[in-house]
T-cell receptor
Framework: SQQGEEDPQALSIQEGENATMNCSYKTSINNLQWYRQNSGRGLVHLILIRSNEREKHSGRLRVTLDTSKKSSSLLITASRAADTASYFCATVVTGGGNKLTFGTGTQLKVEL | DGGITQSPKYLFRKEGQNVTLSCEQNLNHDAMYWYRQDPGQGLRLIYYSQIVNDFQKGDIAEGYSVSREKKESFPLTVTSAQKNPTAFYLC????????????FGSGTQLSVL
């Protein structure tokens, strides 16, 4: 079963706009990670936020975590056409034996 | 893709045939993972191994088998018992228990003839 569910499933924006993706999960976690996947390729790690953190930044990425609502959001600011990809959240469940469980992904398209 | 090599990139399986997907890493990572990705779905964990000569079933292990005889290699066999094997298979590795970040290979697309 999927631990994480991303919302929206698909998002289309213009270059320069901000993109926000949300992730909800079901059980207590140690940390939450965001990955990016270009079509037909492997995933690339973007950012990790621990359960005791509320916000984290990396370049144009901003991640928030609300453990009371069991949700996280990924914000990409000033988007570029090269940001077009699928974005997945993944969680390490508390007591889950170091397994990383992925959500269903958000497909982002950034148009020129 | 971060020192993890998956081969082949495309693989075709006939009915009743077992096929093996290769995954090799030169990152000296302790743990390795196999995920299956179907269109419109997220990644689902098939098997994982945290040390050599040890592995555990993931969420969808039925119809698959693995071995971990060497630290750098974690091959996945899709057996004839897997009735719906068509999918994109991704191998990943992780340095150790204290580093949660996964590094992925570029994937193998398996199709049934």
């Amino acid at each position: 079963s999927q631990q994480g569910e991303e919302d929206p499933q698909a998002l289309s924006i213009q270059e320069g706009e901000n993109a926000t993706m949300n992730c909800s999960y079901k059980t207590s976690i140690n940390n939450l990670q965001w990955y990016r996947q270009n079509s037909g390729r492997g995933l690339v790690h973007l950012i990790l936020i621990r359960s005791n953190e509320r916000e984290k930044h990396s370049g144009r990425l901003r991640v928030t975590l609300d453990t009371s609502k069991k949700s996280s959001s990924l914000l990409i600011t000033a988007s570029r056409a090269a940001d077009t990809a699928s974005y997945f959240c993944a969680t390490v469940v508390t007591g889950g034996g170091n397994k990383l469980t992925f959500g269903t992904g958000t497909q982002l398209k950034v148009e020129l | 893709d971060g020192g993890i090599t998956q081969s082949p990139k495309y693989l075709f399986r006939k009915e009743g045939q077992n096929v093996t997907l290769s995954c090799e890493q030169n990152l000296n990572h302790d743990a390795m993972y196999w995920y299956r990705q179907d269109p419109g779905q997220g990644l689902r964990l098939i098997y994982y191994s945290q040390i050599v000569n040890d592995f555990q079933k993931g969420d969808i292990a039925e119809g698959y088998s693995v071995s971990r005889e060497k630290k750098e290699s974690f091959p996945l066999t899709v057996t004839s018992a897997q009735k719906n094997p068509t999918a994109f298979y991704l191998c990943a590795s992780r340095l150790d228990r204290t580093n949660e970040k996964l590094f992925f290979g570029s994937g193998t697309q398996l199709s049934v003839l």
